[in-house]
Protein backbone atom coordinates (compact mmCIF):
# COMPACT_ATOMS: atom_id res chain seq x y z
CA UNK A 1 0.00 0.00 0.00
CA UNK A 2 1.37 3.24 -1.04
CA UNK A 3 1.79 5.95 1.64
CA UNK A 4 -0.76 8.50 -0.01
CA UNK A 5 -1.23 10.00 3.55
CA UNK A 6 0.97 12.89 4.14
CA UNK A 7 -0.08 16.80 4.46
CA UNK A 8 2.66 19.17 4.07
CA UNK A 9 3.02 22.53 5.69
CA UNK A 10 4.95 24.98 4.87
CA UNK A 11 5.62 28.63 7.32
CA UNK A 12 5.66 32.12 6.07
CA UNK A 13 6.11 34.23 9.21
CA UNK A 14 5.42 37.90 8.67
CA UNK A 15 6.02 39.12 11.90
CA UNK A 16 5.98 42.96 10.41
CA UNK A 17 2.28 41.74 10.12
CA UNK A 18 2.20 39.90 13.42
CA UNK A 19 1.25 37.08 12.32
CA UNK A 20 2.54 33.42 11.23
CA UNK A 21 0.91 32.17 7.76
CA UNK A 22 0.89 28.12 7.11
CA UNK A 23 0.40 26.84 3.14
CA UNK A 24 -1.06 23.42 3.59
CA UNK A 25 -1.30 21.24 0.94
CA UNK A 26 -2.04 16.97 0.86
CA UNK A 27 -4.56 15.42 2.15
CA UNK A 28 -5.73 15.34 5.97
CA UNK A 29 -7.27 11.89 6.73
CA UNK A 30 -6.96 9.42 8.77
CA UNK A 31 -4.10 8.35 8.35
CA UNK A 32 -2.11 11.72 8.26
CA UNK A 33 -4.19 13.20 11.08
CA UNK A 34 -1.24 12.16 13.99
CA UNK A 35 1.29 14.38 11.77
CA UNK A 36 -1.35 17.26 11.00
CA UNK A 37 -2.46 17.13 14.65
CA UNK A 38 1.67 17.24 15.65
CA UNK A 39 2.13 20.98 13.21
CA UNK A 40 -0.49 21.95 14.21
CA UNK A 41 0.25 21.60 18.12
CA UNK A 42 3.75 23.64 16.87
CA UNK A 43 1.78 26.43 15.27
CA UNK A 44 0.13 26.69 18.97
CA UNK A 45 3.25 26.98 20.84
CA UNK A 46 4.54 29.41 18.15
CA UNK A 47 5.73 33.17 19.12
CA UNK A 48 2.47 34.39 16.90
CA UNK A 49 -0.18 34.51 18.72
CA UNK A 50 -2.22 34.87 15.76
CA UNK A 51 -2.36 32.04 13.07
CA UNK A 52 -3.41 32.28 9.08
CA UNK A 53 -4.38 28.84 8.19
CA UNK A 54 -4.30 28.80 4.42
CA UNK A 55 -6.14 25.42 3.19
CA UNK A 56 -6.44 25.93 -0.72
CA UNK A 57 -3.60 23.20 -1.34
CA UNK A 58 -5.56 20.76 0.71
CA UNK A 59 -7.26 17.86 -1.98
CA UNK A 60 -9.01 16.50 1.34
CA UNK A 61 -9.74 17.58 5.09
CA UNK A 62 -11.25 14.87 7.13
CA UNK A 63 -13.38 15.64 10.19
CA UNK A 64 -10.45 15.08 12.48
CA UNK A 65 -9.00 17.79 11.00
CA UNK A 66 -11.59 20.03 11.09
CA UNK A 67 -11.50 19.33 14.91
CA UNK A 68 -7.46 19.74 14.87
CA UNK A 69 -8.17 23.59 13.28
CA UNK A 70 -10.74 24.56 15.96
CA UNK A 71 -9.08 22.86 18.51
CA UNK A 72 -5.48 25.10 17.17
CA UNK A 73 -8.64 28.29 17.41
CA UNK A 74 -9.16 27.49 21.17
CA UNK A 75 -5.21 27.21 21.86
CA UNK A 76 -4.86 30.77 20.45
CA UNK A 77 -7.23 32.26 21.59
CA UNK A 78 -6.28 31.45 25.12
CA UNK A 79 -3.59 33.08 24.53
CA UNK A 80 -4.98 36.12 23.76
CA UNK A 81 -4.48 35.47 20.00
CA UNK A 82 -6.45 34.02 16.82
CA UNK A 83 -6.90 31.42 14.12
CA UNK A 84 -7.52 33.13 10.69
CA UNK A 85 -8.43 30.07 7.64
CA UNK A 86 -8.28 30.92 4.09
CA UNK A 87 -9.27 29.28 0.97
CA UNK A 88 -10.87 29.58 -2.12
CA UNK A 89 -14.55 29.44 -2.89
CA UNK A 90 -14.60 26.21 -4.87
CA UNK A 91 -11.73 24.34 -2.67
CA UNK A 92 -12.78 21.01 -0.97
CA UNK A 93 -11.69 22.37 2.46
CA UNK A 94 -13.85 25.79 1.94
CA UNK A 95 -17.09 23.09 0.59
CA UNK A 96 -16.39 21.46 4.12
CA UNK A 97 -16.20 24.36 6.51
CA UNK A 98 -19.08 25.89 4.40
CA UNK A 99 -21.21 22.99 5.68
CA UNK A 100 -20.23 22.77 9.08
CA UNK A 101 -20.62 26.92 9.84
CA UNK A 102 -16.77 27.29 9.87
CA UNK A 103 -16.10 30.78 8.22
CA UNK A 104 -12.80 30.61 6.25
CA UNK A 105 -11.65 34.22 3.82
CA UNK A 106 -10.87 33.88 0.38
CA UNK A 107 -7.47 35.39 0.96
CA UNK A 108 -4.45 36.11 3.27
CA UNK A 109 -4.40 38.74 5.15
CA UNK A 110 -2.33 41.94 4.06
CA UNK A 111 -1.11 44.81 5.78
CA UNK A 112 -3.46 47.06 7.10
CA UNK A 113 -4.84 49.78 4.82
CA UNK A 114 -2.93 53.10 5.71
CA UNK A 115 -5.39 55.92 8.05
CA UNK A 116 -7.24 58.06 5.29
CA UNK A 117 -6.71 61.68 4.95
CA UNK A 118 -8.36 63.83 7.56
CA UNK A 119 -9.64 60.52 9.77
CA UNK A 120 -8.55 59.92 13.11
CA UNK A 121 -9.88 56.76 13.00
CA UNK A 122 -7.77 53.54 12.21
CA UNK A 123 -9.48 50.94 10.01
CA UNK A 124 -10.36 47.70 11.78
CA UNK A 125 -7.42 45.06 11.99
Known sequence: MQDRAMVEI???????L???????SGEVDL???GCFRSALHRLAEADRAVVVVELDGLQHLCAGGVRELLRLREDLEVRGGGL????DENRPARMILRALGIP???AVPGPPAPLCAG???RPPT
Do not use: F, Q
Open 18 to 24: GYLVAHL
Open 104 to 106: AGA
Open 84 to 87: HLVC
Open 119 to 121: SRA
Open 10 to 16: ELEDRPH
Open 31 to 33: ASL
